[in-house]
């Protein structure tokens, strides 16, 4: 038996002064500046930014960028990056910073490039999913129950709401009056394999293949797992990772050594959960194949709908932990759907903050995973939006140089608001105040800094 892991430019031609040659590799646009009085020239079109500066775009090779930055008379050549408009999603789990979980992750970074791929397709395993819940029919596609053996996997009764969480924290929809998703433009095909609290191998497996070869998925979440190996379970997440499809498994929440099957194969991605402080979360089982930590305690998220409406609850455990990389590696194939399971597993970890000592080790693998450091991995040197900063208390006073009288809110991990007011130069508003990440809110310019009391 299998148990849930989860508690709850122009034109310009010129001499020729700098010779380039192509190498047949595909030429993308960079950003070359040189000195006053020179001018690029390779074997195609310079657009010109600001001749009198000596700024221009050059198509390029990498390997015709590094010979580039070797000339002399080139002052800089960096990639011609992306900039996006700033976006914030409206819903009022997000704006009133009770989603501290998807703050941590940095997603209003990432959400600035993408909200997710209607290509890209997501499943999971688990105990059903309310599909008619307001924030989850857009993204909803398909599923199969095999409890009732039919293809509607919606659970028996309120009381089975773990899979409709699970879903709520990947794929609920934005501006809607209700909670933000990670990547709610993504398709998500659900199966119904438990009953309960608990569900037999054989279905979850049969989950496993329907979702890789009917509904064509490219990432599972399993936010389940035992204590024991499984051949009929490791042979299923192989073929899914053969199949090109990356499988996110949940360690376990004993709080104790011994990482749960499937998150333990080399195939899966193994997610611990870590609570709003960034530390390993006291349930959260640890060692040998764990990835990534990710948030999960208190994670508000969509609940059943029952008589007297479709709302939300707070739930804890490492299945509330496993969804948030599941989505975060569909935003990640949503930028680039030429992803393998490979490649994505390296950018999961290499996107990930580390704690304690320098590398991957048992308590919080490669670190807190960093959705928009996950995406920076990928692509170096960009790119680059104007974005919420982080501010390190100093001896309890925040150095952000306000003027006095601006009103302020200090919120804390969960949403609650600490203090409010008007701002007074020099303010130690963190004297008395516990370590961890916290808010800091300018409602008249629409600003929110992340603060960090060490």
């Known amino acids: 038996m299998f148990s849930f892991d989860g508690s709850v430019a122009g ?3 010129q001499p020729m002064m700098i010779t380039l040659w192509s190498l047949g590799l595909v030429a993308l646009p ?7 009085g020179q001018h690029p020239q390779v074997n195609r079109v310079a657009s010109v930014v600001h001749a009198a500066t000596g700024w221009y775009v050059l198509d390029l090779t990498p390997e015709e960028a590094t010979n580039l930055r070797q000339q002399s008379g080139v002052l800089a050549v960096m990639p011609d990056r992306k900039v996006a408009l700033l976006y914030e999603p409206t819903d009022p789990l997000w704006t009133l910073h009770y989603q501290w979980d998807l703050w941590m992750l940095h997603l209003d970074s990432l959400w600035n490039l993408t909200r997710g791929a209607a ?13 008619t819940h307001p924030d989850l029919q857009n993204a909803y596609r398909g599923g199969r129950d095999y409890i009732d053996n039919d293809n509607t996997p919606l659970p028996a009764d ?7 969480h699970v879903a709520g924290v990947m794929v609920s929809t934005h501006n809607n009056g209700g909670m933000a998703g990670i990547a709610p433009g993504v398709g998500l095909y659900a199966v119904r394999a438990f009953a309960s609290d608990s569900g037999r191998t054989s279905d979850i497996v049969r989950g496993i293949y329907w979702l890789v070869d009917t509904a064509g998925v490219q990432v599972i979440n399993l936010s389940l797992g035992s204590s024991s190996p499984d051949p009929a379970f490791e042979s299923a997440v192989q073929y899914a990772r053969q199949q090109g499809v990356l499988v996110v498994a949940a360690t376990g929440n004993d709080g104790t050594q011994g990482v749960y099957y499937p998150a333990h194969y080399p195939e899966v991605v193994g997610v611990g959960a870590a609570d709003s402080l960034g530390r390993p979360a006291d349930f959260s089982n640890w060692g040998d194949g764990m990835d990534v930590l990710a948030p999960g305690t208190w994670i508000p ?32 194939l949503s930028l680039d759907p030429a992803l393998t399971p490979d490649q994505l597993h390296t950018l999961l970890r290499r996107g990930a903050m580390d704690q304690g000592a320098p590398g991957p080790d048992p308590r919080s693998g490669w670190g807190i995973l960093d959705a928009w450091w996950a995406w920076q991995a990928h692509t170096p040197g960009g790119p680059v939006l104007q974005s919420r900063q982080t501010v390190v208390v100093q001896q309890g006073r925040v150095p952000i140089p306000l003027t006095g009288g601006t009103p302020y809110r200090l919120v804390d991990a969960t949403g609650r608001t600490l203090r409010s007011g008007k701002w007074v130069r020099n303010l130690p508003l963190f004297r008395t105040l516990p370590r961890g990440m916290y808010l800091l809110v300018l409602p008249r310019s629409h600003q929110t800094y992340r603060i960090l009391n060490p």
């Open 11 to 13: 034109v310009y031609n």
């Open 30 to 36: 960079y950003l070359v500046q040189v000195a006053p």
């Open 119 to 131: 290509t890209v397709r997501l499943g999971m395993v688990d105990q059903g999913v309310d599909y």
């Open 158 to 164: 309120t009381n089975e709401w773990h899979g409709t």
């Open 301 to 332: 998220s969509t609940i059943p709908c029952s008589l007297s409406g479709c709302g939300y609850a707070y739930a804890s455990g490492t299945s509330m932990a496993s969804p948030h990389v599941a989505a975060v590696a569909a935003l990640l």
